[in-house]
């Protein structure tokens, strides 16, 4: 079974930190996306990366970078919280190739004071 | 992406097949059919995905008509764990970068 692996289940943080989200996926998948989900608003993307250094700006990039060191793991930062960052985040990976579908973690629910 | 209209909810007796449909009729030829679902608090769950013939895996199948214009997701056996919001959406052959994007989904209810 594919596992996508989020560091964190729940997460609380203050305005102005620096916030590291880590994904991991054991299925040696060449494509991993950060995204964000709000009620109302649905799921939006804000990253994706797919292949190792490499990245792409999602629909909402915006107050947040990532980093792929190596395939298995994409990170998620926001550079200084602020509170409309208050959010559930999940991660995705995917095989390259035609429809391939995406498979998600857990998610992380994340909380900006 | 075509668009999908799913009922907005839906209660299935514990045991019984549960039958979830879903309209896509301007879906394009090299348009695939998802299914996922998203239990309350988790994240999405990937179940089945199919073309143009009928799917089946472990969790479900899934019945594409044949001018796939729409398509049932079929759960052979609800139980309470199946409780949970399933998405239907439709996404182009296009090297796994396509983004997800999720409609409002059917709530489905398994009652005991």
Redesign the interface.
Known sequence: D?K?T?SSRYLVKRTGEKVFLECVQDMDH??M?W?RQDPGL??R?IY?S?DVKMK?K??IPEGYSVSREKKERFSLILESASTNQTSMY?C?S??????????????T?LSIL | DAKTTQPPSMDCAEGRAANLPCNHSTISGNE?V?W?RQIH??????II?G?KNNETNEMASLIITEDRKSSTLILPHATLRDTAVYYCIV?P?????Q?????IGTKLQVIP
Do not use: C, I, M, W
């Open positions: 594919v996508v989020q060449e494509n996306f995204y649905g799921l993307l994706f797919y792409e999602g629909d999940l995705a995917s095989l390259t190739g035609g429809e391939q579908p995406q498979h998600f973690g857990d998610g629910r | 695939y998802y996922y608090s988790q994240g999405p769950q990937y995905h073309l996404r052959y296009s090297g796994g970068y983004k997800v994007t999720f409609g």
